[in-house]
């Protein structure tokens, strides 16, 4: 999409005219990555990212200045709410909370990842929801299982425990994917049918995440004191709460490495060589059929 060389154009995308600034700016001081390249990424990993976000308020993790370095990590924000410097014509939706009522953009056009790159955004979250124009939630439409390595346990660790969660999520009559995080661990994502209830998941969830403690005691905690977490992995049950969000599959992390939380396949949770992968590779995998949409698609033909 974007040549390199010039620091800034503007360009149109479906009618909608952006000006993206600053192209040459380093966002991943360790690789050389930048906002351009950023941009880039995130217009070709539309299509995949588009398919699993659609509809989904987002909340934005932005990094102005960069991730940094180690000495010198960049500052990073959260933002929910679209502000004053969003464009009319990106997709929003009213959430409604306890106290409040937030409005968040949608990632349903390829034009507004460009616009998220142009602010800086490098992490996606989305909710286990999708929501209707009128702001009211839909039942969730999948289960996910954050497992997070804790002190001295490395992806190998989290590997083994996905292993474990996926015969139990089976055993439920779901049919997970494992999602590498970009970050330390594996999501776990198991398709719901639009049955479930809320209460239902988050329940499940953590009886699931109980139930491998127990029976891997050691290794495996569903506690969320981190002091408890040394040597084991945690699984992170509670993402499955209607307010809580997870990095949505296809969006970079902001980590020292522009790695991408990429959907994979079990054989490769296996491989001991099991590794994150960067955007580079992530885009390698365009070419593949998606492990998560291939699921998808399996709940839905029944």
């Not at 933002?79 to 349903?108: A, C, M």
């Not at 959907?263 to 998606?290: V, Y």
Request: aromatic share 6%; charged share 30%; net charge positive.
């Amino acid at each position: 999409m974007l040549e390199k060389g010039p620091k800034s154009r503007t360009v149109e995308i479906d009618g909608h005219r952006l000006t993206l600034t600053r192209l040459d700016k380093v966002m991943y001081p360790q690789t050389g990555t930048t906002k351009g390249d950023v941009i880039n990424f995130y217009w070709q990993a539309a299509p995949r990212l588009i398919e699993h976000a659609h509809d989904r308020p987002v909340t934005r993790k932005r990094w102005v200045d960069g991730v940094g370095t180690p000495d010198e990590p960049g500052e990073p924000f959260f933002q929910k709410k679209t502000g004053r410097d969003t464009p009319d014509w990106v997709p929003r939706v009213s959430i409604e909370y306890v106290h409040k009522t937030d409005e968040h953009p949608l990632v349903n056009e390829p034009a507004v990842l460009v616009w998220l790159g142009q602010t800086a955004t490098l992490e996606i979250h989305t909710p286990q929801w999708r929501a209707y124009r009128t702001g009211r939630r839909h039942r969730p439409d999948r289960l996910v299982l954050d497992l997070d390595p804790g002190e001295g346990v490395g992806l190998a660790g989290c590997a083994q425990v996905g292993l474990w969660a996926r015969e139990a999520l089976a055993a439920m009559g779901l049919d997970a994917v494992p999602v590498t995080s970009g970050s330390k661990g594996i999501h776990i994502c198991a398709p719901l049918d639009g049955s479930w209830s809320w209460k239902r998941a988050s329940e499940s969830a953590h009886r699931l995440a109980r139930s491998l403690e127990s029976e891997h005691a050691g290794r495996v905690t569903a506690t969320m004191d981190r002091a408890e977490r040394a040597g084991k992995v945690f699984i992170d049950w509670s993402q499955n709460h209607t307010n809580k969000t997870t990095v949505s599959p296809w969006s970079l992390r902001g980590r020292l490495r522009p790695a991408v939380a990429v959907p994979r396949r079990w054989e490769e949770i296996e491989d001991p060589q099991l590794r994150q992968l960067d955007h580079i590779e992530a885009l390698e995998r365009l070419r593949e059929p998606d492990p998560l949409s291939e699921a998808i698609g399996r709940l839905k033909r029944g």
